[in-house]
Each structure stands twice: as structure tokens, then as C-alpha cells.
């Protein structure tokens, strides 16, 4: 797919994103290497805490579909400038690819490409180490 038709799918789901506190309505399309896109909007609710980012949303639907090998991220905001993953969001895709690709659209739809590993460079991660697992940054 190419990229401005993923930015316009990001759009359409960030119609749908349900934002009555924030009045910040985000959209996204996870891209698996396979070609099959998920879409994601966030999904806001009264207790702040139990709110969920679009990036979380569009990764769930893919991962319980059996999907786990993901090479873009598209990225949409009711913002004039890019949004970005917030830190959980970065920390979770991180997870799936170090390397994961992110497209960043403003209103405009100018586009700005970044690396998740350039927006979360101290990942938390498991490590083996010998027969243990151990976990912290892959730099400890």
C-alpha cells in the first residue's frame, strides 16, 4: 500500500475515535509485512487510566488475528503538528519490531518519518543471559 493511502485509511479511523474529555481525536494503520493493515482510533473514558491509544488499539486487533510481524506505523492527529506514539504506546510496539518504521501526519498530510528505536532509545526489554531471563534496557 502506498503510503498516502495509508494516511488517508489513518484519517478515516480517526473519524471514529470516541474523545469526548480530550477533544483529541487520533487515528493510525498498523502495517504487517504481509500487506494486511489494522486500523485503530482511540477510545477515551471518564477514569483517564483506563483510556486507550489508537496505536494499542490497531496492535491488539492484529496480535489477537494471529499477526505478529509489523513493519509500519501511520499516525494521525486532529493536530496541526505530527503526533507521536506516546511513551507506553512506543514501549509496546517497540516490543514487535525495534525497528519499527512511523509515519507521522499532520492536517495538512505532510508527512514525517521517524524509527521507533529513534523515539524510545532504552527500550525495556527480556534478556537472556545465560539460562535466566532478566530484564532492563538492552544497553545494562
Known amino acids: 500500500m502506498k503510503i498516502?493511502?495509508?494516511?488517508?485509511?489513518?484519517f478515516e479511523a480517526?473519524?471514529?475515535?470516541?474523545?469526548p474529555y480530550s477533544d483529541f481525536r487520533v487515528g493510525t494503520v498498523l502495517l504487517c509485512r504481509d500487506g494486511q493493515?489494522?486500523?485503530?482510533?482511540?477510545?477515551e473514558n471518564a477514569s483517564y487510566g483506563?483510556?486507550?491509544?489508537?496505536?494499542r488499539v490497531a496492535l491488539?486487533?492484529?496480535?489477537?488475528?494471529?499477526?505478529?510481524?509489523?513493519?509500519?506505523?501511520?499516525?494521525?492527529s486532529d493536530?496541526?503538528?505530527?503526533?507521536?506514539?506516546?511513551?507506553?504506546c512506543r514501549q509496546v510496539l517497540w516490543e514487535f519490531n525495534s525497528q519499527l518504521k512511523i509515519i507521522m501526519s499532520n492536517q495538512k498530510?505532510?508527512?514525517?518519518?521517524?524509527?521507533?528505536?529513534?523515539?524510545?532509545p532504552y527500550a525495556f526489554?527480556?534478556?537472556?543471559?545465560?539460562?535466566?531471563?532478566?530484564f532492563g534496557s538492552k544497553d545494562c
Open 125 to 134: 526489554s527480556s534478556l537472556k543471559k545465560g539460562d535466566k531471563t532478566v
Open 14 to 19: 480517526k473519524d471514529n475515535a470516541y474523545a
Open 109 to 120: 498530510r505532510e508527512v514525517k518519518e521517524v524509527n521507533i528505536k529513534e523515539l524510545l
Open 4 to 10: 498516502n493511502s495509508l494516511v488517508d485509511l489513518a
Open 37 to 43: 493493515a489494522f486500523i485503530g482510533c482511540n477510545v
Open 79 to 88: 493536530s496541526d503538528g505530527f503526533c507521536s506514539p506516546c511513551g507506553a
Open 60 to 76: 491488539f486487533k492484529a496480535i489477537s488475528e494471529g499477526h505478529r510481524d509489523f513493519e509500519l506505523l501511520v499516525l494521525v
Open 50 to 55: 483506563l483510556s486507550v491509544c489508537a496505536e
